[in-house]
């Protein structure tokens, strides 16, 4: 009987058969017991097919065409146009204690390679997988691509992933995966608006509470590419495939004697719980991190939709005075700071206060924030320059960009070729500077355009491809940021939620999910985002009555409760709002530090809806006591009743009193008189059996389009 290696966590089992001359993933999903896993290897392998190589054919660890694969192969490269089939065998195997990790050694004399591929079962039961490539001889191997890759089972043909634009990021699109190849390719330097994100293979009509499910996110902020791929023969004893790892442009890595390229991890998850289940055990993960946030999420307001580049002390002192009696946390200093900021033409690059505004620096303005108790935060764009300048009047070279000649700007920028470390050393410095100078507590790092003709400039205009050294040096600005300041909080920030994925996340606090704070958009861009993060990293903002990028007006109720389910804050002028405005945010506030424990800590769980412009959505505490849910209507609907609306996601064993929350406004309803419930729900609260939530539901109120009702549920014997 074959050895194998049989990894359990948190209801998922990962089995590997140390086959020879590679060894394979025979399951990935469901937990099993040992026994069960031990007797897999009798039926792994299926017949000989007609038409085919003459055994029965096998997916591995590391697929290549030496084993009759036909689809993407594990990696491809070459040595000067040689050296182009590799036949990896099995070269040693190491199993963490705990049992929950294993290493396969590779070696492959082809393309004299040492492969280290390492299978990791995180919290939450994710399977996170990471490559590591290392040259054996001298001469240069030429990389072209390295991809983790899963088998999964024929009953998964339903594919669920995302693209998206400005101001509508992760938006859903699903199809069957037929025969072939779908393969997503993010070539912006970094993964963009319209990033796969979460790539789900599932049974069909899986929802957000039914279904098996099984995904794939590559946690890296450069160039990406996801794929899943259906050959007719299957993948091994499997149905399909699904992958992902960085995309790498022609020539990127050249490996010579020694070297390494480690890919980034790629994290696979599965659940037969539907999207929910996939979720949360994603949360899990994610929660269980060393450098996840541990303190309360503060409430915070944002000046750029309150002043734009319009800065001026007073205004900007009164905004937090403002901002303080309500109950803010935190004041974060948009664009406009620096040396000839008055647009986004020029300044970016130089990093130092203008004078002309701020006669003497930040300090009046953050001594004025911390001294009513809040934390100060500050814009920065630090990966990119525009030629309006000093720093790129000095340093032309330092611009990723060939030698050739700019190609087209965005935004009137460029992005700062970081591999040069001269560059490097610059930025550092002078971010550096101004958070030990200041004292500063958080960062809004924005990001604000794609990577084109991402090349670094070198000797006789010999230029090399730039996305990934990019990417790698960005992430070493952050750790070393991080080293020198370790209680400073950063925010990755994209022109909105471009940059959104592990990678960004290992170094920095929270994302902002998008630009758009238009209460409709954000509940379908908040909606997907937490299929992968939990709230308390997707920033989340209240703007001003009309929006900024849609040009909608919405209810302030309708504002507020969207923004509750997320990192909260605020991004509006404040010094204008009446009494009654602030006295409504006041509210909001008070109940956002209330519930944040829940928000923050609980269990994200979304109903599945025949209408789409009806939505329930809520969070659930880990031990089930206590719920918030918003129910949300974004459009007219022909039906004028939504019946009963089962409440996901409960314990059914306890009682739940059913209140309804006021403190952001009650939200305008299409109805004469509410129902009895709700009149009760309104008051003192109406006592309900979880298991009448969960199987029989609530009648819920029809409300006006562009309005939210939200219940809070707790267990009165709690």
């Not at 109950?327 to 620096?338: A, I, K, S, T």
């Not at 991080?482 to 022109?495: K, M, Q, V, Y």
């Not at 004028?640 to 739940?656: F, I, N």
Request: with cysteine; hydrophobic share 40%.
């Amino acid at each position: 009987m074959s050895e194998v290696v049989h990894l359990h966590r948190d209801g998922v089992s990962v089995v590997v058969e140390l086959s020879d001359p590679v060894p394979r993933l025979l399951h990935w999903g469901e937990e099993l017991d040992d026994g069960d896993a031990a007797a897999l290897p009798a039926t792994a392998d299926g017949g000989v097919l007609n038409s085919s190589i003459d055994q029965p054919r096998r997916f591995t660890v590391w697929p290549t065409e030496a084993e009759g694969w036909a689809g993407v192969p594990a990696h491809e490269g070459h040595a000067g146009g040689v050296a182009t089939t590799p036949r990896p065998h099995g070269a040693g195997v190491w199993v963490a204690d705990s049992g929950h990790a294993v290493t396969l050694n590779l070696r492959d004399a082809v393309s004299d390679l040492h492969i280290v591929l390492t299978y990791r079962l995180e919290v939450g039961g994710i399977l996170a997988v990471t490559p590591t490539l290392r040259r054996t001889a001298a001469g240069l191997y030429d990389l072209a691509s390295v991809q983790a890759l899963l088998p999964v089972p024929s009953r998964a043909t339903e594919l669920l992933d995302f693209t998206g634009k400005w101001c509508r990021e992760r938006a859903p699109q699903r199809r069957p995966l037929g025969f072939g190849s779908y393969v997503r390719d993010s070539r912006r330097g970094r993964p963009g608006h319209d990033s796969p994100y979460l790539m789900t293979l599932g049974t069909p009509g899986f929802g957000f509470r039914s279904g098996e499910v099984w995904a794939v996110h590559v946690a890296w902020s450069g160039n990406q590419r996801y794929l899943a791929e259906r050959l007719p023969e299957g993948a091994g004893g499997h149905g399909a495939v699904l992958g992902g790892g960085e995309l790498l442009r022609a020539g990127e890595i050249r490996l010579d004697a020694d070297d390494a390229y480690t890919g980034p991890t790629t994290y696979f998850g599965y659940s037969a719980e539907g999207l929910d289940g996939l979720a949360d055990r994603f949360h899990r993960m994610i929660r269980s991190r060393p450098v996840h946030p541990r303190k309360p999420r503060p409430l915070l307001v944002n000046t750029w939709e309150a002043v734009y580049y319009h800065h001026d002390l007073q205004r900007l002192s009164r905004l937090a005075e403002t901002a303080a009696a309500i109950g803010v946390e935190q004041l974060v200093l948009d664009d406009g700071w620096f040396s000839g900021r008055r647009d986004d033409t020029a300044g970016l690059g130089d990093w130092t206060v203008d004078e002309a505004i701020w006669p003497d620096g930040l300090a009046p303005l953050i001594d004025t924030v911390h001294g009513l108790g809040m934390r100060f935060g500050l814009w920065v764009e630090p990966e990119m320059v525009n030629t309006d300048s000093d720093l790129a009047r000095q340093h032309p070279d330092w611009i990723l960009a060939p030698s050739a000649g700019l190609g087209p700007a965005a935004r009137h920028q460029y992005v700062l070729d970081l591999s040069n470390e001269q560059a490097w050393q610059h930025v550092f410095k002078r971010i550096d500077r101004l958070v030990t100078q200041y004292g500063l507590d958080f960062l809004k790092w924005d990001h604000n355009r794609d990577l084109l003709e991402a090349v670094s400039r070198g000797p006789d205009r010999r230029d090399r491809p730039g996305p990934h050294a990019q990417t790698t040096a960005l992430y070493r600005l952050l750790d070393a940021l991080r080293e020198r300041h370790p209680d400073l909080e950063i925010e990755s920030c994209a022109a909105g939620g471009a940059r959104v994925d592990l990678g960004i996340l290992a170094r920095t606090d929270r994302v902002w999910a998008s630009d758009c704070n238009d209460p409709i958009e954000r509940q379908h861009i908040q909606r997907w985002t937490a299929q992968l993060l939990p709230p308390e990293l997707i920033g989340a903002h209240v703007g001003g009555p009309t929006s900024h990028t849609t040009g909608r007006t919405t209810a302030r109720s309708f504002q507020l409760a969207t923004a509750l389910f997320a990192h909260a804050g605020i991004e509006a002028d404040l010094t204008t709002a009446t009494e009654a405005e602030l006295e409504q945010l006041t509210a909001w506030a008070r109940m956002y530090r209330e519930l944040r424990p829940l928000l923050h800590a609980g269990r994200v769980v979304r109903a599945d809806l025949d209408d789409e412009h009806s939505l329930l959505h809520g969070v659930v505490s880990p031990d089930g006591a206590e719920a918030i849910f918003a129910w949300v209507q974004l459009a007219t609907t022909p039906s004028t009743s939504s019946g009963r609306v089962l409440v996901p996601g409960l314990d059914e064993g306890r009682d739940y009193l059913v209140r309804v929350r006021s403190d952001a406004g009650l939200p305008s309803m299409r109805q004469i008189t509410p129902a009895p419930w709700l009149d009760a729900a309104l008051g003192e609260g109406l006592r309900v059996p979880g298991r009448v939530l969960t199987r029989v539901g609530l009648p819920m109120p029809t409300l006006d389009p562009g309005h939210a009702l939200l219940l809070h549920l707790t267990d009165p014997a709690a």
